[in-house]
């Protein structure tokens, strides 16, 4: 009997181990998954910069952006009248040799009490734009203007309103002046007043007015691609060939558009932006598709071939910011976007106004990518 129960007891006790493991949960291990790692460069949804904005009026065939329309020579702080310009126009006998023209007399003392200080006499010179003869009316219309467009759009506006020159026409100078001036914000401010105010306009003033104070987006794309078809003259043919060249940017393709675009250039051959308008429409569309920092260093140097126009210096820049934040804070991709920068830099076209940003791509450190990222 003693070998049985024996034989049972050391079952038993082998037994009670295997029962209290049975008993415990199971261990469930976790892979381990690096935050960032380098093939999946949007793990944590890094906010990028967004696109610049560029102005029709930049990739417009054949534009000159210091004159747009209806501007046909630069602002001044000069009588716009040639008979005004005599050194001797302030004296006596400048007004006694013209005093058969009252309205010339009348136009000389207002500048003479602008030059000396006294710019109320700016209604005088409203007051000749509205009742002179045309060749002093158009004079003092555009020194009254040019002469406003010192002050911001909003207090612009509202002299000319008070002056009654605040017809569309004169609100397009106004708006012509200030991008003249590289005051493009008040420009653009103007604009968007004449576009709520103009309800009598012809299919000419809307193309012209398209081409000069329209934003590259949607909308405007969509005014542009209404211009008749049967209108005629310069603005038509300018607006066929830059909506040619918006589509051809904009189109999918698994090919640079480039060559595309150019071909709907080719009718300007004296327009000497032709080939930077060019490239500004590829790299600012190639922007919504652009994802890996490769993309955004390609569409950076894109952008450099544009130099020079309006925008691109800030396309190519913010382009190099998405690379940095696109990225994993490779020491070899940072190298890139700091040689980019350097570059940029160095062009001909570069603007001081962009060597911050550019001073800081140029010192970008591992470290504070990692920063930029948190």
């Known amino acids: 009997m003693r070998a049985p129960l024996a034989a049972a007891f050391v079952?038993?006790?082998a037994a009670a181990p295997a029962a209290k493991q049975e008993a415990k949960p199971p261990v469930q291990r976790v892979p381990h998954v690096p935050l960032r790692p380098a093939y999946i460069p949007f793990v944590d949804e890094p906010k990028l910069a967004r696109r610049p904005r560029i102005d029709i009026a930049t990739v417009a065939a054949e534009t000159d952006r210091r004159r747009l329309w209806p501007l046909t020579e630069l602002p001044?702080?000069?009588?716009?009248?040639?008979?005004?310009?005599?050194r001797d126009r302030c004296s006596g006998e400048w007004a006694q040799r013209n005093k058969n023209r009252p309205d010339l007399v009348a136009f000389g003392a207002a500048w003479c009490k602008i030059e000396a200080g006294d710019h109320a006499a700016i209604d005088v010179l409203a007051k000749l734009a509205t009742q002179s003869p045309d060749d002093i009316q158009r004079a003092a219309r555009l020194d009254v203007i040019n002469l406003v467009a010192g002050n911001d759009a909003a207090r612009a506006i509202a002299k000319l309103q008070e002056?009654?020159?605040?017809?569309?026409s004169d609100l397009d100078l106004l708006a012509a002046s200030y991008d003249a001036l590289d005051m493009h914000d008040e420009a653009l401010a103007v604009a968007k007043r004449v576009w709520r105010v103009d309800a009598r306009i012809s299919a000419v003033e809307r193309c012209e007015r398209l081409?000069?104070?329209?934003?590259?987006?949607e909308d405007s794309v969509d005014r542009l691609s209404d211009v008749p078809s049967q209108l005629a003259g310069s603005c038509a043919k300018r607006a066929v060939a830059t909506m040619c060249a918006i589509d051809?940017?904009?189109m999918p393709r698994l090919s640079s558009p480039l060559a595309a675009v150019r071909e709907c250039f080719n009718e300007f051959p004296d327009d000497a932006d032709a080939e930077r308008r060019a490239w500004l429409l590829v790299a600012f569309f190639r922007w919504?598709?652009?994802?890996?920092?490769?993309?955004?260093?390609?569409?950076?140097?894109d952008a450099e071939n544009a130099m020079g126009l309006a925008g691109a210096e800030d396309l190519a820049i913010s382009a190099l910011d998405n690379a940095v934040l696109a990225s994993s804070c490779e020491p070899a991709l940072l190298r890139e976007v700091a040689a980019a920068a350097y570059r940029i830099a160095t062009l001909d076209q570069h603007w001081a106004q962009y060597e911050p940003r550019l001073d800081a791509?140029?010192?970008i450190s591992e470290k504070r990518c990692i920063e930029l990222h948190d």
Do not use: G, I
Not at 77 to 86: G, K, R, S
Not at 163 to 168: F, K, S, V
């Open 11 to 13: 079952a038993a006790c």
């Open 76 to 86: 001044s702080l000069q009588p716009h009248h040639d008979f005004a310009m005599a």
């Open 163 to 168: 002056l009654r020159l605040d017809d569309p």
């Open 211 to 217: 081409l000069a104070w329209s934003e590259l987006d």
């Open 248 to 250: 051809a940017a904009a």
């Open 288 to 301: 919504s598709t652009a994802r890996m920092p490769a993309d955004w260093l390609a569409l950076s140097r």
């Open 361 to 363: 791509l140029r010192a």
